[in-house]
C-alpha cells in the first residue's frame, strides 16, 4: 500500500486527494444502487391507504 501511495504522489497526488476521490465515488455508487435497486416498496413514496374488511367505505354509509 506504501508503494502505492508514492507511486501516486510522483503524480502529485497527495492522501487529501484520494479521501475526495473516495467521496465522490461513493456518491456515485450511491446514485447506480437507487437506478439499480428494486423498487419493491423500500421507496419514500407512501403506500396506498387500503380498506379494512368489515368497514363501510364513507360513500356506503347511508
Known amino acids: 500500500m506504501a508503494s502505492l501511495i508514492v507511486e ?3 503524480f502529485g497526488i497527495e492522501p487529501r486527494h484520494l479521501r475526495v ?3 465522490a465515488a461513493d456518491r456515485e455508487a ?3 444502487d437507487q437506478v439499480v435497486a428494486p423498487s ?3 421507496g419514500t413514496r407512501r403506500p396506498e391507504p387500503t380498506r379494512r374488511p368489515g ?3 364513507w360513500r356506503g354509509s347511508r
Do not use: P
Request: net charge positive; glycine share 26%; proline share 0%.
Open 8 to 10: 501516486l504522489g510522483r
Open 55 to 57: 368497514r363501510r367505505s
Open 40 to 42: 419493491g416498496g423500500t
Open 30 to 32: 450511491g446514485l447506480v
Open 21 to 23: 476521490m473516495k467521496a
